[in-house]
């Protein structure tokens, strides 16, 4: 080939990479977007190439016969008051001898009896609810499947895959997780949640005659409610989301899709939050927040909800990922001494000012009976959708809001909260044993409650052991002496176990424990859980200038336990005197040997 038709060649060979290159820029940028549809991009939402931040309702409208009637006026009320989305169930399985609710709620509407029966009456209401929301200014967001029992959900799936005992009233909220978490793996579970996505996305509204993938008045789709998982299984349920966000993108690609996986309380399941939601064919985070109902993610405070919802900010910042906060509410008398007020509040002046997409309350209603029901058919909650109101202008006037700098630094928000103490030098109860050895070594024994200061996810102790979970590190002080003396080495040593999360078995769960000896790291040893009848005794061996310096120089030097928020195995510390039965009683749980 001579040089001029390489040239071309090459100059067409460049020519058709940088195409390639726009084209693939222009779809990764979000703006190939359908007119009128939402779309993500860059960490928010847009319409038309206008920023889309939004005040929500979850709405109660499918499931009792008694508030159906009520669409119309739902939705000039839903319009009036501000909001922009609401958020509607597409889903329900079995009928009255099939999955009923674990509370005593009764349901009288079912989208599919059997795998194989559908209901075509339920699916005209939800065109129905759609053309009425398109016709208000709504946007719709579909759930497509639930974990709970309310509306038959994970468990009824399984009772048509030949799975039974899932919903097992023995259970908190009548669901044995262990069983239920078949869902993601049986093969047949899985056809048939996909059956009902296609039957979804492919539908023709029997109103407007648009096909819902068409219809940019659906904002977009959840793939389950609250879908929950047991430690350490989480690529189980991640393999479903993927499976399932790519299916229904290939049957609907201009349509947003989140996960529905509801949130985290810990460093572990935030890392994995975070996993599930860089999924590619995910396209927003979602997150969850009931305080009187979720103990474990102790807001107790407005100031504490604030913290929860900032950490969540922080998250999806750092895969530049809308956040929609799906659920939240507040009974009318309030909680911790706080009223509904000031809750309703904290869920949206905080997120307005530093980034959130959208928030979602629980729940629009004409009953003003429904557990965390706001209800527009009294004057009852006449100033909180005064609030509502309130909100959703000012959503709406900051769409360029920002996360603060301190939630953009993504090494700074691993951890979602921590407790702590912090204890005087001068406490006797913090004095270790001290013996000088014929060797001329120097032995510090510990007890384990010796512990001059803490900090963890959850912490708790009692006589002869002290615990912290999760992410963090417990610190105990070697106090000064009067001699100088050379320094070989420092030996630490200490009876460690991981900390069991309450949903995980005992052969899965380990910790990585990292030693820092005053702020020199010294390496880290993984965990498992011990066979009772040989403990496992963690040995470090120090021979760092900087720590042996200062032991040689008398001078005090803290040794601290530490569970990073970068670890790999996030399960805490638990340090306990030795078992009973165990002979080698002549070592403390906690010593330090200067050399």
């Known amino acids: 080939m001579d040089r001029k038709r390489l040239f071309l060649a090459a100059l067409a060979f460049i020519a058709g990479a940088a195409v390639l290159f726009l084209i693939s820029s222009w779809r990764g940028n979000g703006h190939h977007a359908r007119p009128g549809f939402a779309h993500a991009h860059n960490g928010r939402f847009e319409i038309d190439g206008n920023p889309f931040r939004f005040v929500g309702a979850n709405i109660d409208l499918m499931f009792q016969k008694e508030t159906r009637a009520d669409v119309p006026r739902m939705m000039q009320f839903?319009?009036?008051?501000?909001?922009?989305?609401?958020?509607?169930?597409?889903?329900?399985?079995?009928?009255?001898?099939?999955?009923?609710?674990?509370?005593?709620?009764?349901?009288?509407?079912?989208?599919?009896?059997?795998?194989?029966?559908?209901?075509e009456a339920e699916f005209v209401f939800l065109d129905r609810i759609i053309a009425e929301a398109a016709h208000n200014g709504l946007k719709v967001q579909l759930c497509l499947g639930n974990w709970w029992r309310d509306t038959g959900g994970v468990t009824q799936y399984l009772r048509w895959a030949g799975i039974n005992g899932a919903d097992d009233d023995k259970f908190p909220f009548g669901i044995n997780n262990e069983k239920a978490m078949q869902f993601y793996t049986n093969e047949?579970?899985?056809?048939?949640?996909?059956g009902h996505v296609e039957k979804i996305a492919t539908r023709r509204n029997s109103i407007t005659g648009l096909l819902y993938r068409d219809d940019p008045a659906i904002f977009g789709y959840e793939l389950m409610n609250e879908a929950q998982c047991l430690t350490g299984r989480w690529e189980e349920r991640r393999a479903w989301l993927k499976e399932m966000s790519d299916y229904l993108k290939s049957l609907d690609p201009d349509h947003l899709i989140g996960p529905g996986d509801w949130g985290y309380r810990t460093a572990a399941e935030r890392r994995e939050w975070i996993a599930d939601h860089s999924l590619p064919s995910i396209d927003f985070c979602d997150a969850h927040n009931y305080p009187q109902d979720d103990h474990d993610s102790f807001v107790d405070s407005p100031t504490a909800l604030g913290e929860f919802i900032a950490n969540r900010v922080a998250a999806a910042y750092s895969i530049q990922k809308p956040l929609v906060l799906g659920e939240f509410g507040m009974g009318t008398d309030g909680y911790k001494g706080f009223s509904q007020i000031d809750w309703y509040r904290a869920y949206f002046d905080q997120p307005a000012r530093e980034d959130?997409?959208?928030?979602?309350?629980?729940?629009?209603?004409?009953?003003?009976?429904?557990?965390?029901?706001?209800?527009?058919?009294?004057?009852?909650?006449?100033?909180?959708?005064?609030?509502?109101?309130?909100?959703?202008?000012?959503?709406?006037?900051?769409?360029?809001?920002?996360?603060?700098?301190?939630?953009?630094?993504?090494?700074?928000?691993?951890?979602?909260?921590?407790?702590?103490?912090?204890?005087?030098?001068s406490d006797a109860a913090l004095q270790p044993q001290i013996i000088f050895q014929n060797d001329r070594t120097i032995l510090y024994r510990f007890t384990p409650n010796a512990v001059a200061r803490g900090r963890f996810e959850k912490l708790g102790g009692g006589d002869g052991y002290i615990w912290g979970a999760g992410s963090g590190f417990f610190e105990y002080v070697v106090p000064e002496r009067k001699d100088r003396r050379k320094v070989g080495s420092i030996v630490v040593r200490a009876h460690i176990q991981p900390v069991l999360p309450t949903d995980a078995k005992t052969d899965w769960v380990r910790t990585r424990v990292t030693l820092f000896v005053n702020g020199t790291d010294c390496g880290s040893r993984l965990i498992p859980w011990e066979d009772p009848k040989a403990p496992l005794i963690q040995e470090w061996k120090i021979d760092s200038w900087s720590p042996r310096l200062r032991a040689a120089r008398g001078k005090s030097f803290a040794i601290r336990f530490a569970v990073t928020p970068e670890s790999d195995w996030l399960y805490g510390v638990n340090i306990s005197n030795w078992p009973v039965g165990y002979e080698s009683h002549d070592a403390a749980p906690v010593e330090v040997e200067i050399r």
């Open 356 to 425: 959130p997409a959208g928030a979602i309350f629980w729940i629009l209603t004409p009953d003003p009976q429904r557990g965390y029901g706001v209800t527009y058919s009294s004057s009852r909650d006449a100033v909180l959708l005064s609030e509502v109101n309130g909100a959703s202008n000012l959503f709406h006037s900051l769409v360029n809001a920002s996360p603060p700098p301190a939630l953009t630094d993504a090494g700074k928000n691993l951890i979602p909260r921590q407790f702590a103490f912090d204890r005087s030098a």
């Open 78 to 119: 839903a319009a009036a008051s501000g909001m922009r989305v609401v958020r509607v169930w597409a889903s329900g399985e079995g009928g009255l001898t099939d999955v009923q609710p674990a509370n005593n709620w009764q349901r009288d509407r079912w989208f599919r009896r059997t795998p194989d029966e559908w209901d």
């Open 188 to 194: 047949m579970a899985r056809r048939l949640y996909r």
